[in-house]
C-alpha cells in the first residue's frame, strides 16, 4: 500500500468528458463545473443525461470540440470494463478513469481486452448517498471522502496525476491502492456491512407493529444501509465475491461459535465464552479511526431531552457552543409514545461533568 496520502486542490483544465450520469457521474460534473472546468456528458439514457445537462452539470458531449484532458467512466461495474475500452479507444490522447466500486476484475478484463493501460486509472470515490440518479446530484458530494486511485503496473505518472487532480479538485481525501488490496479492504469494511444490515433487515419481514414498536437506535443504525438498490449491489458483490466470501466464512465460523454456546448457555465456560465474543467486537471496533481520520479516541455521551417542535434542536447546540464544549458527535432518537426527542451528544470525558451541570443550571432535562 502507497504512503500517499493528500488534500487539496488539484490541476485539471478539461475539458472533462463524464461517460454515466447518475448520482456519481452528476456531481462530478458539478463539482468540476463549480471550479470552472469545461465538462460534456454522455448517457445512454437521454433522459438522465438530459436532467443532468438542465442541472448545469456540464453540456452534451456532442458540443465537444476538441480532445479532452480527462474522461471519467461513470457506468455501472458489470459494463465499466467494456466502457473504459471503449473510451480508451474513442479518445487515444486522453486519459480514462472509472468510478466503479470493484477494481482487480475490472483491471483484470482491460488487460485481457488489450487496452492501453498506461492512460487508464482505476479509482473509487467512496460517497454517496441514499437517493440515487442525476437529481440527487450534489457538487459538494466528495468533500473530505475517502478517494482511492488504484493505477496498474503500466500507468504512466502523468495519467495516475490527472487521477489524483481530479479527486482532489472536488475535495476528496487521496489515497492509493493496488486494487487487490483496494478490494481486499473495501470487501470487509463496505460489502461486509452492507450484507450484515440486510441479512439483520430481512428477519424484520413479517414481524409485527407491536414488536418493532420497540426499536431504538441499535436497530436504525445497524440497518440504515438495508435501503441500498439491490441492483448495484448484485453487480458489486459479484464482481468482489472471491474478497467477500473469505471474510463471510470467518463469521460463519463465529455464528456457529455463538449458535453453540448459546444452545447450552449454562454449559461450564459458556458465559466466558460469550464475554470473549462481545470483547472481540469492542477491540475490533476501537480500531476504527476516529474524528478527522486520526488515532480512535474514547468519547463520553449524555442524552438530553427536548420538545418536539421547531428550534429545539438548534437552541440546545447553540447553548452547548455558550458553554464552551465541542460536540463530537449527536444523534437523535424520539421517545415512543411521548412528544419529546433525544438529543444523544459525544463530548470528550474531560467535558462531560462540565457540560451536565450547564445545562441542567440552563433548564435542560439531562440523562447520564
Not at 74 to 87: F, M, N
Not at 127 to 148: H, Q, Y
Not at 160 to 170: F, G, H, K, P, T
Request: charged share 20%.
Amino acid at each position: 500500500m502507497s504512503a500517499f496520502k493528500s488534500q487539496g486542490r488539484g490541476h485539471l483544465d478539461g475539458p472533462v468528458v463524464v461517460i454515466g450520469t447518475g448520482l456519481l457521474g452528476t456531481s462530478i460534473g458539478l463539482g468540476l463545473r463549480g471550479r470552472g472546468v469545461p465538462v460534456f456528458l454522455s448517457d445512454p439514457s437521454p433522459t438522465n443525461q438530459a436532467v443532468a445537462v438542465d442541472i448545469g452539470a456540464g453540456r452534451p458531449l456532442a458540443e465537444l470540440g476538441g480532445t479532452p484532458q480527462l474522461v471519467v467512466v461513470a457506468a455501472p461495474p458489470d459494463v465499466t470494463a467494456d466502457v473504459v475500452c471503449r473510451a480508451l479507444a474513442d479518445y487515444p490522447e486522453s486519459v480514462v478513469v472509472d468510478i466503479a466500486s470493484v477494481k482487480a476484475d475490472i483491471q483484470s478484463r482491460l488487460r485481457s481486452l488489450g487496452a492501453d493501460l498506461s492512460r487508464y486509472v482505476g479509482t473509487h470515490p467512496m460517497a454517496g448517498r441514499e437517493k440515487s440518479g442525476p437529481v440527487a446530484a450534489r457538487g459538494e458530494l466528495f468533500t473530505s471522502m475517502p478517494w482511492v486511485l488504484c493505477p496498474s503496473e503500466e500507468t504512466s505518472g502523468s495519467a495516475l496525476q490527472v487521477a489524483r487532480s481530479l479527486a482532489s479538485d472536488l475535495g476528496a481525501v487521496v489515497s492509493q491502492f493496488s486494487a487487490d488490496e483496494h478490494d481486499e479492504a473495501v470487501a470487509l469494511v463496505s460489502h461486509l456491512p452492507q450484507v450484515m444490515s440486510s441479512l439483520l433487515a430481512s428477519r424484520l419481514q413479517g414481524t409485527p407493529l407491536h414488536a418493532l414498536s420497540l426499536a431504538g437506535n441499535g436497530l436504525r443504525d445497524v440497518t440504515r444501509i438495508a435501503a441500498s438498490d439491490p441492483t448495484l449491489w448484485v453487480q458489486i458483490l459479484g464482481g468482489n465475491a472471491a474478497k467477500v466470501v473469505q471474510i463471510l466464512y470467518g463469521v460463519r465460523e463465529d455464528l456457529n461459535r455463538l449458535i453453540g454456546t448459546l444452545e447450552n448457555p449454562s454449559a461450564p465456560g459458556a458465559r466466558l465464552d460469550l464475554a470473549q465474543l462481545i470483547s472481540e467486537g469492542n477491540a475490533g471496533q476501537a480500531r476504527i479511526p476516529g474524528k478527522h481520520g486520526g488515532p480512535p479516541q474514547a468519547y463520553s455521551w449524555l442524552t438530553v431531552l427536548v420538545d418536539d417542535k421547531p428550534g429545539q434542536i438548534a437552541q440546545l447546540l447553540t447553548e452547548i457552543g455558550e458553554i464552551g464544549v465541542n460536540v463530537e458527535d449527536l444523534r437523535l432518537d424520539h421517545s415512543s409514545g411521548q412528544n419529546v426527542g433525544m438529543v444523544e451528544l459525544s463530548v470528550l470525558p474531560n467535558k462531560h461533568d462540565h457540560l451536565i451541570e450547564a445545562l441542567n443550571d440552563r433548564g435542560w432535562r439531562v440523562l447520564q
